[in-house]
């Protein structure tokens, strides 16, 4: 019991320091505390109790994982690290503070993954519709009829799965509330899947751009992107060193994701509703 409580006592501590870099540091995790995370972390599993080749297993595992998205520019270098870290301090699930349900063993890190994106898609649909400020790059934004037809379609399909879930399974209330609120979130998303990619985005040339940002290739015309590509090799989502060197003589602008929102934060946040609630899937059968 004492174990959990100190592994609890880093996990929170650590992550809140991640979150603090990611969202007053312009979304740069300092190198020094990345690493420093990770052994702290290192030392916690081998002493805290557990199985520690589980444990580094596991950590191993999601350290790939973490690494083939960085690579394909869908996540930083720093998330990786903190998703490695929360996985070696905490591996498995825990009996959530309020409610007293079982967790069949479930890895800690799958609730945090479902339970920050849940609330990164909640907090991203506030911000960037009603706060973010207008960019320039969003000017010939509109919002496209398929969008809002294949958004109501997305309802019309959820709608039909969660009556057979029901039927199946017979879910309990707060499981379908929470169904039908994914449903309208991502009905939402994908109507403004573009204006808030938009307002992520920032136009810099080559030379303002720094390794690991991420460039919004979505957002560029494909004679734009075909340009690029024929000047770079390395041209791709995720800025390597390679990819600047080949391209810093071309004034033409890049849209780069500086506005993106804080990752970090919304682990924190998938972090204490797990600890709190445990793995929402289970709330929902």
Known sequence: MLDEIIRIILLIAITSIYAYFDVFNKREIPNIFAYASIAIALIAAVVLGGDPYYILLLAAGIAVFGYLIYEKGFLGGGDVFEFVVITLLLPLQPIPFFINVQQLGLPFILSVFI?????????????????????????????????????????????LLIGLIYYILKI??????????????????????????????????????????????????????????????????????????EIKEIKKKLPVYRNAAPLSAFILIGVILSLFFGNIILLII
Not at 119 to 146: D, G, M, P, Q, W
Not at 217 to 223: F, R, Y
């Open 115 to 159: 339970a920050s994106g849940y609330a990164s898609i909640i907090i991203i649909l506030i911000y960037y519709i009603v706060f973010a400020k207008k960019t320039e790059i969003e000017r010939n934004f509109r919002i496209e009829r398929i969008r809002i037809l294949k958004a109501v379609s997305l309802i019309i399909a959820y709608l």
């Open 172 to 245: 309990s209330i707060l499981g379908i509330i929470l169904l039908i609120i994914i449903a309208v979130l991502s009905a939402l998303i994908m109507i403004f899947e573009k204006l808030i990619n938009y307002r992520m985005v920032k136009e810099l040339e080559p030379t303002s751009i720094k390794i690991e940002d991420m460039i919004a290739i979505n957002l560029m015309p494909q004679s734009e992107l075909d340009y690029f590509k024929k000047h770079s090799k390395h041209f791709g989502r995720l800025a390597t060193r390679e990819m600047l060197n």
